[in-house]
């Protein structure tokens, strides 16, 4: 179950305060009272509000300097509504400068009150959903294809979202994993909560516990992802990506249901989900010592396999006219046919990126398109030597088949990424797409196989991976 959005009153004024809390505890509002602006400070040291009420005249130090202190130690925590009983223009002005969401009068209308709280809420799960995505246009979202693959898995999906636990989406890079998990969370009790992704790759390490767990000191409180996320899902990119000391915090969050900021020492409780994902074996990285092993147990409560899309032969017909109409409207682009010779010949393509590489693929060819229909020759031109047709093979040249799986995995990552480096003319740029991989993971991954991107092939192939 989602867990209530939660309301702070702050006023000094008892009869305010709890006809407040009455009126939205009634309509199922989580409420905390502060008399004072060091008990809201607490108050909010505590568990991160979703809503603020802050009444403007207090005794100890007014409304209007409190918002102040909020705005210049890190910003409001919450949409903050400010109560009223005889309030300037000057003061309004003010309050708008320093982000106040809206304002309420004394005495208090029970209709306006809920009216401007629900607003306030839905304007702060929207911010606090944006604060966790990637600076970057999304990608289609939608869970496309009626062949049997996507009906299992969206039967899966259905399954799962009605029970609030731990899911670990597994699958190849491109194949659609935070689509997935947008899914759980859009069928769940949390769906108006707010959802949260982290790239744990592309977190920088000396700042990633900070971004995951917030801080706090003297001067206030700075919310990290997971705050972001709560009441909502917090979604967890390749999650073997963390280092050993995140993963052992991770854990303990898990386990707990709180975090502790960094330079705190108090727990704060936390109601988010957790969906984490990934393209590794995560078996075999806790069986080689680089993955704790009780996290991975934690995060493995419902494991949920997404298929590569050379299994979903019978989806590709569909796939195009999807990612077709999508970027033709978003970007303007004037629309293709993909006919039915196309279709054949792009059923049975590997697809080594996956839905990411088709996604660029189909808007390729209507970026450089000038006819009403796609033709084999641009296709074949747009596949260009990583055209291959989806075929079984029993083994890969080069490969030592006496070599435990892990480090057989790892010869064969760096043949083929040598390999793609080459017909990328060395462009990094070019090879991420090529292979389907965000750059920042890519990086890591040609750094663990030693390899140079800058460094002539030659002196790449000298270089044997230990």
């Known amino acids: 179950m989602a867990a209530a959005a939660r309301v702070l009153v702050v006023d000094d004024e008892p009869d305010i305060r709890s006809t407040i809390r009455d009126i939205l505890e009634d309509e199922g509002y989580a409420v905390d009272l502060a008399e004072s602006a060091a008990a809201a400070r607490e108050a909010r040291r505590r568990q991160r509000p979703d809503v603020v009420?802050?009444?403007?005249?207090?005794?100890?130090?007014?409304?209007?300097?409190?918002?102040?202190?909020?705005?210049?130690?890190?910003?409001?925590?919450?949409?903050?509504?400010?109560?009223?009983?005889?309030?300037?223009?000057?003061?309004?002005?003010?309050?708008?400068?320093?982000?106040?969401?809206?304002?309420?009068?004394?005495?208090?209308?029970?209709?306006?009150?809920?009216?401007?709280?629900?607003?306030?809420?839905?304007?702060?799960?929207l911010k606090r959903e944006n604060e966790g995505l990637r600076r970057q246009l999304p990608a289609p979202g939608d869970l496309v294809g009626s062949g049997r693959a996507m009906q299992a898995l969206r039967a899966q999906i259905d399954k799962i979202a009605a029970h609030d636990t731990g899911v670990l989406v597994a699958g190849e890079p491109g194949t659609g994993k935070e689509t997935i998990a947008r899914a759980l969370h859009d069928r769940s009790a949390r769906r108006a909560?707010?959802?949260?992704?982290?790239?744990?790759?592309?977190?920088?390490?000396?700042?990633?516990?900070?971004?995951?767990?917030?801080?706090?000191?003297?001067?206030?409180?700075?919310?990290?992802?997971?705050?972001?996320?709560?009441?909502?899902?917090?979604?967890?990119?390749?999650?073997?990506?963390?280092?050993?000391?995140?993963?052992?915090?991770?854990?303990?969050?898990?386990?707990?249901?709180?975090?502790?900021?960094?330079?705190?020492?108090?727990?704060?409780?936390?109601?988010?989900?957790?969906?984490?994902?990934?393209?590794?074996?995560?078996?075999?990285?806790?069986?080689?010592?680089?993955?704790?092993?009780?996290?991975?147990?934690?995060?493995?409560?419902?494991?949920l396999a997404v298929p590569p899309l050379r299994e979903r032969g019978d989806d590709i017909p569909e796939l195009l006219r999807y990612h077709t109409d999508w970027f033709a409207n978003r970007d303007q682009l004037p629309y293709r046919n993909f006919p039915v010779a196309v279709q054949n010949r792009l059923r049975h393509y590997a697809w080594p990126g996956n839905l990411r590489e088709l996604r660029n693929l189909v808007q390729r060819l209507l970026v450089l398109g000038s006819t009403s229909e796609v033709t084999l020759e641009e296709v074949e031109a747009a596949l260009g030597s990583g055209g291959a047709v989806a075929t079984p093979t029993p083994g890969a040249p080069g490969i030592d088949f006496s070599l435990p799986l892990r480090e057989a995995r790892e010869q064969f990552e760096r043949a083929y990424l040598l390999h793609q480096l080459d017909a990328a003319g060395g462009s990094v740029g070019k090879l991420a797409k090529a292979v389907g991989m965000e750059r920042t993971h890519l990086y890591r991954k040609l750094k663990d196989l030693d390899i140079d991107p800058r460094a002539p092939a030659r002196e790449n192939q000298g270089v044997s991976n230990p």
Not at 200 to 228: K, P, S
């Open 193 to 303: 909560g707010p959802f949260v992704t982290v790239a744990a790759g592309a977190i920088a390490r000396e700042t990633a516990a900070l971004a995951l767990f917030g801080a706090e000191d003297a001067n206030g409180v700075q919310h990290g992802l997971f705050e972001q996320a709560n009441g909502g899902t917090l979604y967890l990119d390749e999650v073997a990506e963390l280092d050993p000391e995140l993963q052992l915090r991770l854990s303990s969050v898990i386990e707990r249901r709180a975090l502790i900021r960094c330079g705190g020492h108090e727990p704060v409780a936390l109601d988010a989900r957790v969906i984490a994902a990934t393209a590794h074996d995560l078996g075999a990285l806790v069986a080689a010592g680089r993955f704790r092993e009780e996290l991975y147990y934690q995060l493995k409560i419902v494991p």
């Open 53 to 125: 009420l802050l009444d403007i005249w207090m005794p100890d130090l007014d409304g209007i300097s409190l918002l102040r202190e909020w705005n210049e130690r890190g910003g409001l925590p919450c949409p903050v509504i400010m109560i009223s009983g005889h309030g300037t223009v000057e003061t309004a002005v003010e309050a708008t400068r320093l982000g106040a969401w809206d304002f309420i009068e004394k005495p208090i209308s029970l209709a306006k009150l809920l009216l401007v709280v629900g607003h306030a809420l839905e304007a702060g799960r």
